[in-house]
């Protein structure tokens, strides 16, 4: 069949860069925390955070859940379909080991997605506990002892909150919504990943459909936390428009989608010629017989390597 490049995979980049993502996040999760939130103060006549405390329609574990099944599905099942309509031209190595290039592409996209998703938390906790802002529920929860009101539009900044205390401070994380940044992002990754990867190939029906769907199921989840009176209608809006950009940051910068419609992917490593006349499983394609396997319609291997 004639050489084919072969790119020899360095494991112990991908698990450093992994290692320093997810501690990355978990320190945005716990020190913010021992911190505290800014204690911001309110207004006499301020009605907005008078609301009722609601059980959320879409808890945060849920939202992961959602989030993270969501784009393990759909990136294993396009890698799946692009393994099957494509004929690699090369091959993957770690060490001495062949690594299937469906296996390789998927834990690549799966982690870039993943990445800009810890890059969400860790944006997210460190503005939620800087700025400080007062859900709209806060009153229900903090059940501030009597203040002094003279005028309306007064601010008061010396009160003693009565409810329970870790409410309380949950009660002070309003902006900027983090379950709207998520999920717009999750969904935003997604639709581009699959225009990307499988546009020039899919069904144009069946493909918007399911980016609809995406981008729908994100909105959604942007409407149960005003709803639920868990933000105000600013906060969802920065957390949808954050996400958004975070997810076209990460396609662009991270994942290289912009450019797997010219014949790239995101698979670093170091390239080197092998000759495939050896390998058994290899096919002998005749490229005027059937010109497609030679350059199939799915060809998404990078040149940028």
Known sequence: MGARKTVQLSLIVYVISAVCMYVLAAVSLV???????????FA?????I??????????????????????LLIIIVTEVVIDRLSLPDRLFKWRRWRLP???????AYLGYFQLGYAMQVVVNQVT????GRLRPHFFTVCKPEAFNCTSPGQLI??????????????????????????????ATFLIIYL??????????????????VLFTGGLFICYTRLQDYYHHPSDIATGAVIGILGAIYSCYAWADLWYTRNGYSA???????????????????????????????????????
């Open 101 to 107: 290039s469906l296996l390789v592409h998927a834990v």
């Open 157 to 186: 900044y010396s009160y003693t909150c009565t409810g329970d205390a870790k409410d309380t401070e949950e009660g002070r994380l309003s902006f900027f919504s983090g379950h709207s940044s998520i999920a717009m992002y999750s």
């Open 195 to 212: 225009h990307a990867r499988i546009g020039h190939i899919a069904p144009r029906i069946l493909l918007s459909t399911l980016q609809t």
């Open 50 to 71: 008078r609301n009722p405390l609601k059980k959320q329609t879409v808890s945060t574990t849920a939202l992961i859940l959602i989030t993270l099944l969501a784009a």
């Open 128 to 131: 939620k506990y800087a700025v």
């Open 31 to 41: 020190v913010p925390g021992l911190v505290g939130a800014r204690t911001s103060p």
């Open 267 to 305: 698979v670093h490593g170091q390239i080197s010629e092998e000759d495939d006349d050896d390998n058994p499983s290899a096919v002998n394609v005749d490229s005027k017989t059937n010109p497609e396997l030679v350059n199939p319609p799915a060809n998404i291997y990078n040149e940028r390597l």
């Open 44 to 48: 006499c006549d301020d009605y907005s």
